[in-house]
């Protein structure tokens, strides 16, 4: 039996991540969020008011972050750690998804992102989702999956989310950050996000969860 990387890519509130720790949770990989990352960097960068045009105090900034996850091992679940401190929550709040397209579409956070990332999958076994692990992260990725969606489905879970946090925002402000994200996304200059040519196209709209997590095991089973 080989073992795979498996790269999960695709707009913002796909779905990713749980469909992502579930395939991990089922295959025993371990489970990469790769938002996570870009989201801690963002809240130091927002806590220290790094200016972002300034690359002397971005580099300074990001050498001065370590993050780090601790698995739950019963729902695969991770909690993002930013300097020792658990941010897990604070990181998913909207003042930090407002911001976290701009961060990521940074040249230097990118490269520092991608390198920690790129030592996280040594070993394969691996689940990583994001917006380039099909393309820069892993480009020679066993099983890459391009997720979509229709955004009114993609807002409303994204709403759901954020009201089992405690977290009350109206629709159209959640339609606003995922179209402003996902616009960043797709046209920075660095690692934009675009679907690998190798990549399996999966709109999940109609999709429930279990039959995602069935078809991205079926596909990683052919190939382990
Ligand atoms: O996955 P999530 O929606 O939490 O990601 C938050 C943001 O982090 C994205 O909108 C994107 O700007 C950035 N990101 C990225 N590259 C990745 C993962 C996330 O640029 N691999």
């Known amino acids: 039996m080989s073992s795979i990387i498996i790269a999960l890519d695709g707009y913002s509130s796909c779905g990713k991540s749980t469909t992502a720790k579930l395939v991990a949770k089922q295959l025993h990989y371990a489970y990469i969020d790769t938002g996570a990352m870009y989201r801690a ?22 050498d001065d972050i370590q993050i780090g996850f601790r698995l739950h091992p019963e729902t695969f679940s991770n909690d993002t750690f930013l300097n020792g ?5 604070e990181i998913r709040k909207m003042y930090v998804s407002d911001r976290v397209s701009e961060v990521s ?57 954020l009201l089992a ?24 200059a660095e690692g934009p996000l675009v679907q690998a040519a190798d ?21 990683a089973d052919e190939q382990i």
Do not use: C, W
């Not at 963002?42 to 971005?58: A, R």
């Not at 480009?139 to 989310?161: C, G, H, N, V, Y």
């Not at 959640?174 to 797709?186: F, G, V």
């Open 105 to 161: 579409a940074i040249t230097e956070v990118r490269r520092d992102m991608v390198a920690q990332q790129q030592r996280m999958g040594k070993s394969k076994r691996i689940v990583m989702d994001g917006r380039d692990i099909g393309t820069v992260v892993f480009p020679e990725a066993e099983l890459k999956i391009f997720m979509t969606a229709d955004p009114l489905m993609r807002a409303s879970r994204r709403q759901e989310e």
């Open 41 to 62: 960097v963002t809240l130091f960068f927002i806590q220290n008011h790094i200016t972002l045009t300034n690359p002397k105090e971005v580099r300074k900034a990001l």
């Open 199 to 219: 990549a399996v196209l999966v709109d999940n709209t109609f999709m429930t969860i279990d039959e995602q997590v069935e078809l991205v095991v079926r596909l």
């Open 85 to 89: 401190m658990n941010v897990e929550s």
């Open 165 to 188: 946090k405690g977290e009350m925002v109206g629709l159209p402000e959640i339609i606003a950050n995922l179209e402003k994200r996902d616009y960043i996304d797709t046209h920075r």
